[in-house]
């Protein structure tokens, strides 16, 4: 049993790395999972995960169920040696790993989401190429504000206080970076991404994946999700199928998940899954502690925990 409260985090896009699932304990399940994952998205997986070029892991069709299957294994491993989590949440994709161990869906049913979830993002990208940007130093009112006279470029991940993505046309995201930089931005770093995610380019694949959700069953959460469009526990399948619909068109509030995680302090967010991306900025929001279970290793993990 617990001996502290603890809660899973589980990283999104942009944390897949060649290697990303070496370091996860053997699951008896997690080579079946693999054999359906490379069915659903008709891509090698397995080779991808050990020795795919960054460019090669860039292509969400294949980050989106790499990752997922991550998370779900370090959830799931944390989980069998005892650590018993008050609430999850997870980054954009990451979200649908929080609610596979949250036994909202099957890991199965997830998977398959999921790749579908990529394939419909990926039309979407061909059909409307855009991209994002990081921009430091600067909070998401002041961007918001700066941005609103610049066409088809959106605020899309508040994730910390200082650090907020933008997303929209390539050219317009680039516009709008010289005019948060006038602002005061510290930088604005362009991210190696496919395309304008969670923003109103996405909504034709919103709608594709609203319709697929309606056919998915969908079961109250046995853990509180604290989810993306929604940063606030619930358990209520209804509430968390609204949530998940939205959530490719809607920006990711991710400073507003870890305040939320305040009310259960104190408390030490596991970051489960590959890096250590969500542990940083976790780690600029008060009252609220962070680890990485890669970072940290299981065992160590597990004993500061459970004492």
């Given at each position: 049993?617990?001996?502290?409260?603890?809660?899973?985090?589980?990283?999104?896009?942009?944390?897949?790395?060649?290697?990303?699932?070496?370091?996860?304990?053997?699951?008896?399940?997690?080579?079946?999972?693999?054999?359906?994952?490379?069915?659903?998205?008709?891509?090698?997986?397995?080779?991808?995960?050990?020795?795919?070029?960054?460019?090669?892991?860039?292509?969400?069709?294949?980050?989106?169920?790499?990752?997922?299957?991550?998370?779900?294994?370090?959830?799931?491993?944390?989980?069998?040696?005892?650590?018993?989590?008050?609430?999850?949440?997870?980054?954009?994709?990451?979200?649908?790993?929080?609610?596979?161990?949250?036994?909202?869906?099957?890991?199965?049913?997830?998977?398959?989401l999921l790749c579908e979830r990529a394939r419909l993002m990926s039309e979407a990208t061909g059909d409307?190429?855009?991209?994002?940007?990081?921009?430091?130093?600067?909070?998401?009112?002041?961007?918001?504000?700066?941005?609103?006279?610049?066409?088809?470029?959106?605020?899309?991940?508040?994730?910390?206080?200082?650090?907020?993505?933008?997303?929209?046309?390539?050219?317009?995201?680039?516009?709008?970076?010289?005019?948060?930089?006038?602002?005061?931005?510290?930088?604005?770093?362009?991210?190696?991404?496919?395309?304008?995610?969670?923003?109103?380019?996405?909504?034709?694949?919103?709608?594709?994946?609203?319709?697929?959700?309606?056919?998915?069953?969908?079961?109250?959460?046995?853990?509180?999700?604290?989810?993306?469009?929604?940063?606030?526990?619930?358990?209520?399948?209804?509430?968390?199928?609204?949530?998940?619909?939205?959530?490719?068109?809607?920006?990711?509030?991710?400073?507003?998940?870890?305040?939320?995680?305040?009310?259960?302090?104190?408390?030490?967010?596991?970051?489960?899954?590959?890096?250590?991306?969500?542990?940083?900025?976790?780690?600029?929001?008060?009252?609220?502690?962070?680890?990485?279970?890669?970072?940290?290793?299981?065992?160590?993990?597990?004993?500061?925990?459970?004492?």
């Amino acid at each position: 049993m617990t001996h502290m409260n603890a809660a899973f985090i589980f990283p999104g896009q942009g944390s897949q790395r060649a290697g990303m699932l070496d370091a996860v304990p053997e699951l008896d399940s997690l080579d079946r999972l693999l054999d359906a994952a490379e069915a659903f998205s008709g891509r090698e997986l397995r080779y991808l995960a050990h020795e795919g070029t960054p460019h090669q892991l860039a292509d969400t069709r294949v980050a989106q169920p790499l990752l997922y299957l991550a998370d779900w294994a370090w959830g799931t491993t944390l989980v069998d040696l005892g650590i018993r989590p008050v609430a999850l949440a997870g980054h954009s994709l990451g979200e649908f790993a929080a609610l596979a161990l949250a036994g909202v869906y099957s890991v199965e049913a997830g998977l398959e989401l999921l790749c579908e979830r990529a394939r419909l993002m990926s039309e979407a990208t061909g059909d409307r190429p855009g991209t994002m940007a990081a921009v430091l130093g600067l909070d998401t009112r002041v961007i918001s504000d700066a941005i609103a006279e610049v066409d088809d470029v959106w605020v899309a991940n508040d994730n910390s206080p200082g650090q907020v993505v933008i997303s929209g046309a390539r050219e317009a995201v680039e516009r709008a970076g010289d005019v948060l930089l006038v602002a005061g931005a510290r930088r604005v770093v362009p991210l190696d991404v496919a395309g304008a995610f969670h923003s109103p380019m996405m909504a034709r694949a919103s709608e594709g994946f609203s319709a697929l959700l309606d056919g998915v069953e969908l079961r109250d959460a046995a853990i509180p999700v604290i989810q993306n469009t929604r940063p606030e526990p619930t358990t209520t399948a209804a509430e968390i199928r609204t949530a998940l619909s939205s959530q490719m068109v809607s920006p990711v509030r991710w400073s507003e998940t870890m305040r939320a995680f305040a009310r259960y302090a104190p408390i030490t967010l596991i970051e489960a899954g590959p890096g250590s991306v969500l542990r940083g900025l976790a780690r600029r929001v008060p009252e609220i502690d962070a680890v990485s279970v890669e970072e940290t290793g299981v065992q160590a993990l597990v004993e500061e925990v459970l004492r």
